[in-house]
């Protein structure tokens, strides 16, 4: 694998979920495989999970890691191109990711979308000048529109823990105050797509995804009928694809509690966090017995270790 910023860089989902479940059991079987290369990862924007997760697998493949927190600790960027660099900025994307270029060999980076400008934030402007000027293969840690490593922790945790061959999986927006991306669930989508499960989205009118990302899945208002008979929910907050980066407003309470666990197939429940208690997602859910979202962080270190796994062997 080169890079790894969408499901299309996956030749094949089941075998890197069932590679992903073999490291699981085996952390250090390819200890070998890294030893001298270094992993660069680039945040411009928080994180809890990508960074330590991702940290974690390299370590176990014998990687060495350097972590920039670009946005705090790095010289402010310059991130457009023919300007006269005369206000805050210090350094050109430009340089800083080619600089960047020379001390690793594989690079992951984090660029959240400014939802403000849907062309910019769709064509991946940010994330694609580090592609282009870093010249060495990327991961996505959550960049404008998708968040890979975090669909295939999903897929992972989902064929580890499936009862049936083909689950039905739900989609459902939650409530949120403020804006946010649609990278999760875009991503989530587009993964489910190409994934062995009956997909459902839902979410309140306003708030459909771009149909790049949803592929013609069936995409119903009333969550009380996407919620019937399902095996897994995956629950997530998003802004407005159109009016871009918007909150139109929401008719009804979308926060999943117990009682309307009630007609699932005591369906399990995801978040890929952070949450907000009882605002996105019920306190006695992410209590109880049905709550996956711990165990489904934890299955981020085994999604980037497959990923890394077959970067490394391509190198
Ligand atoms: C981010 C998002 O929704 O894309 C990161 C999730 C992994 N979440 C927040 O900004 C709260
Ligand atoms: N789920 C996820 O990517 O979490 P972080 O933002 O903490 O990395």
């Not at 370590?59 to 660099?85: T, Y």
């Not at 962080?297 to 999604?303: K, L, P, S, T, Y």
Request: net charge negative; with cysteine; charged share 25%.
């Amino acid at each position: 694998m080169k890079q790894f910023t969408s499901v299309k860089d996956v030749t094949d989902l089941k075998a890197i979920v069932a590679e992903a479940l073999v490291l699981k059991k085996d952390p250090f079987a390819y200890q070998h495989l890294g030893k001298n290369k270094m992993l660069g990862l680039v945040f411009l924007n928080p994180s809890l999970r990508t960074r330590m997760s991702t940290q974690k697998a390299a370590l176990n493949l014998g990687m060495n890691v350097m972590v920039l927190n670009i946005d705090k600790e790095g010289w402010a960027l310059e991130l457009r191109d023919n300007v006269v660099m005369n206000g805050t900025t210090v350094e050109h994307i430009r340089e800083a990711a080619a600089v960047m270029g020379e001390y690793l060999d594989i690079i992951g980076v984090r660029s959240f979308p400014g939802l403000k400008d849907r062309n910019e934030d769709y064509t991946e402007v940010i994330f694609n000048k580090f592609v282009e000027y870093c010249g060495i293969p990327i991961v996505s840690l959550e960049s404008a529109t998708r968040h890979p490593l975090q669909s295939l922790a999903d897929l992972i945790t989902i064929e580890e823990l499936k009862t049936k061959a083909r689950p039905k999986v739900v989609l459902t927006w939650a409530p949120h105050i403020k804006p946010l991306p649609q990278a999760v669930p875009n991503s989530f989508a587009e993964w489910m797509c190409k994934a062995d499960v009956d997909f459902v989205i839902t979410q309140p009118k306003g708030y459909e995804l771009s149909t790049d990302f949803t592929n013609g899945t069936t995409i119903t208002y009333n969550q009380d009928e996407a919620l019937a008979d399902a095996d897994f929910i995956y629950v997530k907050n998003w802004s407005a694809y159109e009016p871009y980066g918007q909150m139109p407003e929401v008719n009804g309470n979308w926060m999943l509690t117990n009682d309307r666990l009630k007609i699932t197939n005591n369906a399990k429940v995801m978040h890929c966090l952070p949450v907000r208690r009882d605002l996105e997602l019920s306190a006695e859910i992410l209590d109880g017995p049905n709550s996956l979202v711990v165990h489904e962080a934890g299955n981020r270190v085994w999604a980037a270790q497959a990923v890394l796994k077959q970067m490394l062997e391509a190198l």
